[in-house]
């Protein structure tokens, strides 16, 4: 059974930081693309980042300079430090793969989705 669970999020104050956390279990994340996603209710989930299996790295305009994403292949795990947040950052966000050495436009395993939420 392949599974990607993300955690990390929560609440902070606009100006804050938070790191959030993609593992995965079943698979080995190394092979994968993994993408970062963003969704608010009532509005179309929207591509964050992207990071390949040699760590070439994609950003949305509205996080490039403030989100950084990384991987740790020791611990299977992807990250998305998120700086400087803003209230308008806050959604659900979801990690992603797919086994593919680019990052594609669509994706074939999905987390559950964790809160952020920024706010005063």
């Known amino acids: 059974q392949l599974q990607l669970v993300e955690s990390g999020g929560g609440w902070v104050q606009p100006g804050g930081s938070l790191r959030l956390s993609c593992t995965a279990s079943?698979?080995?994340?190394?092979?994968?693309?993994i993408g970062w996603f963003r969704q608010v209710p009532g509005k179309e989930r929207e591509a964050v980042s992207c990071?390949?299996?040699?760590?070439?790295?994609k950003y949305s305009d509205s996080v490039r300079g403030r989100f950084v994403t990384s991987r740790d292949n020791a611990k299977n795990t992807i990250y998305l430090q998120m700086n400087n947040l803003e209230p308008e950052d806050t959604a659900t966000y979801y990690c992603?793969?797919?086994?593919?050495?680019?990052?594609?436009?669509?994706?074939?395993?999905w987390g559950q989705g964790i809160q952020v939420t920024v706010s005063s």
């Open positions: 079943g698979f080995i994340l190394d092979q994968y693309a």
């Open positions: 992603a793969g797919r086994h593919i050495s680019y990052c594609p436009d669509e994706f074939s395993h």
């Open positions: 990071i390949t299996l040699n760590g070439r790295t």
